[in-house]
C-alpha cells in the first residue's frame, strides 16, 4: 500500500515493456526499498563482493573519497530510481525529504561497515575523473572517515571499478521509454541489464581539515528535484 498519489506516468513504458511497468507499479515502499539497498550492501560485504576506489579529489591529490559499489541487479535498480515509491521520487516530493532519505540510508550503510567489514579492502586508486592508478588497500577507518551522511550519496554506478586494472564504462542506462511527469516534463527511465546494475555509494573527502563535498549537497537535491539528475 502507497501512501502518495503517483508522480509520474509509466504510460511509456507500458507501451515498450508492459511486465516492467507492472514491476514498477507493485514497487515496495520508500523504506522497503532503502532496506533492500542495504541488504544486498551487507551480502556483498559478506561474499567479499563489493568494489572499493580511493578518489583524488581535483584540487588536491592527497584528499580521497571513497566509492563503494554493490550489485544490485536490474529489479531492484529500477524500483530504487523509477518507481514512484523510489530515491528519485523521494526527492521529487520535496529536496529536504530527498536529503532525510539518503542520509537515512548513509547512516546504516556506515553502520554497516563498521559492523561487517573487513578491517581492509582491497580496492583501486582512482584519479579525479575515475581513472586507475593502481592497486590500493584501503582501511575500513579510511572508508568510515570519508563516509559523512551529510555529504555521502548513493547514485547510479556509471564507471564499474575492475578488480584487476582499469575502470569500465557502463551503460546510460538513459535511452529508452521516459517517465511522464504530471507538471508535462519528463524524465530518463535509467534502466540497464541484470548484470550492469550497480550502485555507487560515494562519501566525502577527507583533508586536513576534515571532511568535505565541492558540490553543495543541497544543490544536488534540488537539481534532483527539478530534473531527477544529479
Request: proline share 5%.
Amino acid at each position: 500500500m502507497h501512501q502518495h498519489s503517483p508522480l509520474w506516468s509509466l504510460e511509456e513504458i507500458e507501451a515498450d515493456e508492459p511486465s516492467r511497468a507492472e514491476r514498477l507499479r507493485s514497487a515496495p515502499t520508500a523504506d522497503q526499498l532503502a532496506v533492500a539497498v542495504l541488504a544486498a550492501l551487507e551480502a556483498a560485504i559478506a561474499g567479499n563482493k563489493v568494489r572499493v576506489g580511493m578518489e583524488q579529489s581535483v584540487s588536491n591529490s592527497q584528499d580521497l573519497r571513497v566509492t563503494i559499489q554493490l550489485h544490485v541487479g536490474e529489479v531492484l535498480s529500477d524500483q530504487f530510481f523509477n518507481s514512484n515509491s523510489g530515491y528519485r521520487a523521494e526527492y521529487r516530493r520535496g529536496w529536504q525529504r530527498g536529503l532525510s532519505y539518503n542520509k537515512n540510508i548513509l547512516t546504516k550503510a556506515r553502520s554497516i561497515i563498521e559492523g561487517t567489514a573487513p578491517s581492509v579492502f582491497s580496492g583501486r586508486l582512482l584519479t579525479s575523473e575515475f581513472d586507475d592508478l593502481g592497486p590500493r588497500v584501503t582501511t575500513r577507518d579510511e572508508v568510515i572517515d570519508s563516509l559523512v551522511p551529510k555529504f555521502s550519496k548513493v547514485w547510479f554506478c556509471a564507471k564499474l571499478i575492475s578488480t584487476t586494472c582499469g575502470v569500465m564504462q557502463l551503460p546510460s542506462g538513459a535511452v529508452g521509454p521516459r517517465l511522464l511527469l504530471n507538471d508535462g516534463t519528463c524524465w530518463a527511465s535509467i534502466w540497464r541489464g541484470d548484470e550492469d546494475s550497480w550502485l555507487d555509494i560515494k562519501g566525502a573527502f577527507v583533508g586536513a581539515d576534515g571532511p568535505y563535498q565541492p558540490k553543495c549537497p543541497i544543490e544536488r537535491a534540488k537539481k534532483l528535484q527539478k530534473s531527477g539528475e544529479a
